[in-house]
């Protein structure tokens, strides 16, 4: 796929691989090189390699030295710390928000988007940002966007491999909204553990029969 030349910048040359990613039309444990990606979108490979580079801080591509940046393979481990870790900065971020009783219009914007599509992926990745960057605490965001970017690898599997539903996860963030509008920390943080291990639960099940 091309870009308009207006938009031939690194961020939307990594904007557009990291939908092929999560989408997995760039599959776990493919190399990306720095002249494919410059001739896929028209760039110097210049231009290719900071798109690269911001997908391999982001977490999404993976470079050992020497070699080219590659789509990671996650083992069951990998998946269980992820989640596990995300459940407990998740939760402490919903319950702060839930004390506060605010949530942040980037989040509400994404749970609509959610709820009017199939391909949930984006939209249910963009709801957890916006809440975790909502609450008041900045080095909890900090901590949260360490790990998202293997957590969006993780989310496109699920999605991938059809094992939520847009609706189920849909109904799952509109009861996390409801527990934060309610001022109820706790069901606020009981909730997205719940939510964040079913996700978990789910991929971990696919794993086991897809290496099985």
């Given at each position: 796929?091309?870009?308009?030349?207006?938009?031939?910048?690194?961020?939307?040359?990594?904007?557009?691989?990291?939908?092929?990613?999560?989408?997995?039309?760039?599959?776990?444990?493919?190399?990306?090189?720095?002249?494919?990606?410059?001739?896929?979108?028209?760039?110097?490979?210049?231009?290719?390699?900071?798109?690269?580079?911001?997908?391999?801080?982001?977490?999404?591509?993976?470079?050992?030295?020497?070699r080219?940046?590659r789509?990671?393979?996650?083992?069951?481990?990998?998946?269980?710390?992820?989640?596990?870790?995300?459940?407990?900065?998740?939760?402490?971020?919903?319950?702060?928000?839930?004390?506060?009783?605010?949530?942040?219009?980037?989040?509400?914007?994404?749970?609509?988007?959610?709820?009017?599509?199939?391909?949930?992926?984006?939209?249910?990745?963009?709801?957890?940002?916006?809440l975790?960057?909502?609450?008041?605490?900045?080095?909890?965001?900090?901590?949260?966007?360490?790990?998202?970017?293997?957590?969006?690898?993780?989310?496109?599997?699920?999605?991938?491999?059809?094992?939520?539903?847009?609706?189920?996860?849909?109904?799952?963030?509109?009861?996390?909204?409801?527990?934060?509008?309610?001022?109820?920390?706790?069901?606020?943080?009981?909730?997205?553990?719940?939510?964040?291990?079913?996700?978990?639960?789910?991929?971990l099940?696919?794993?086991?029969?897809?290496?099985?």
């Open positions: 796929m091309s870009l308009d030349t207006a938009a031939v910048l690194p961020d939307a040359i990594a904007d557009e691989l990291r939908a092929s990613i999560l989408s997995q039309s760039i599959a776990p444990g493919e190399t990306l090189t720095e002249s494919a990606v410059a001739v896929r979108f028209g760039v110097a490979r210049p231009t290719a390699k900071i798109a690269i580079e911001r997908l391999v801080a982001d977490g999404l591509l993976r470079r050992e030295a020497h080219a940046a789509v990671p393979e996650l083992t069951r481990d990998d998946v269980t710390d992820l989640f596990d870790n995300r459940a407990l900065l998740e939760s402490a971020a919903m319950a702060a928000l839930a004390t506060a009783g605010t949530i942040p219009a980037e989040a509400l914007a994404a749970h609509r988007e959610l709820a009017a599509t199939d391909d949930f992926a984006d939209a249910d990745i963009r709801f957890h940002r916006a975790v960057a909502g609450q008041p605490s900045p080095r909890l965001a900090r901590l949260h966007a360490l790990l998202m970017g293997e957590v969006e690898l993780c989310i496109g599997q699920v999605q991938a491999a059809q094992l939520l539903t847009s609706a189920e996860v849909t109904a799952q963030h509109q009861r996390i909204l409801d527990a934060i509008t309610a001022g109820d920390a706790d069901a606020a943080a009981a909730l997205t553990r719940t939510h964040i291990a079913g996700a978990r639960d789910a991929l099940t696919h794993l086991e029969g897809h290496h099985g």
